[in-house]
């Protein structure tokens, strides 16, 4: 009896996080493309557990500069994917809460193993990206202040974006 209640803690422990990690994304297709598109090689972190903890976190944009012009989750740091740029993070703590994000979190996912494997320990990224952000309602930003449109990136990736104003 003990050995199987550690058997089943153990199992618990290794399949509830996954779980957690697809069963926060709101549509099962979406949540099934991402499943098969991320390595999974990093922390991830769900949508709202970043609004909850927004304030103690700071999000870095690993999307190019047109994406973060049209709109971006507010006070992101633009940190870029294609011309990822690492000096922009010198004075950044590699203790400090980090989540990054782009669209759908493929490129988030890159950037945060450059920062994993450059000694930033509290590195995560946003499953589903902005995409799900606006999709579950949340707020983003110009520099104008709030907005409704987003990057869509391209017509194919667009499909996942369910809400905001799509901009290519």
Not at 57 to 68: C, N, T
Not at 134 to 143: A, E, I, M, T
Not at 145 to 165: C, N, S
Request: with cysteine; proline share 2%; net charge positive.
């Amino acid at each position: 009896m003990f050995f199987s209640r550690i058997k089943l803690i153990t199992l618990c422990s290794l399949v509830l996080p996954s779980l957690t990690a697809c069963g926060q994304v709101e549509s099962a297709s979406y949540r099934a493309m991402l499943k098969t598109l991320l390595d999974h090689s990093v922390p991830e972190i769900q949508v709202q557990d970043a609004v909850r903890d927004s304030a103690a976190i700071l999000f870095l944009d690993a999307r190019e500069s047109k994406e973060y012009a049209v709109s971006r989750i507010k006070n992101a740091l633009h940190i870029g994917y294609d011309h990822f740029d690492s000096t922009k993070l010198m004075n950044i703590s590699k203790d400090r809460r980090i989540v990054v994000y782009c669209s759908v979190g493929y490129r988030s996912e890159k950037i945060a193993e450059k920062l994993s494997a450059a000694g930033y320990d509290n590195v995560a990224n946003l499953y589903g990206g902005i995409f799900e952000w606006v999709n579950q309602g949340n707020p983003v930003f110009n520099d104008k202040g709030p907005t409704q449109e987003v990057h869509a990136y391209d017509r194919k990736w667009g499909v996942w974006l369910k809400k905001g104003k799509k901009v290519y």
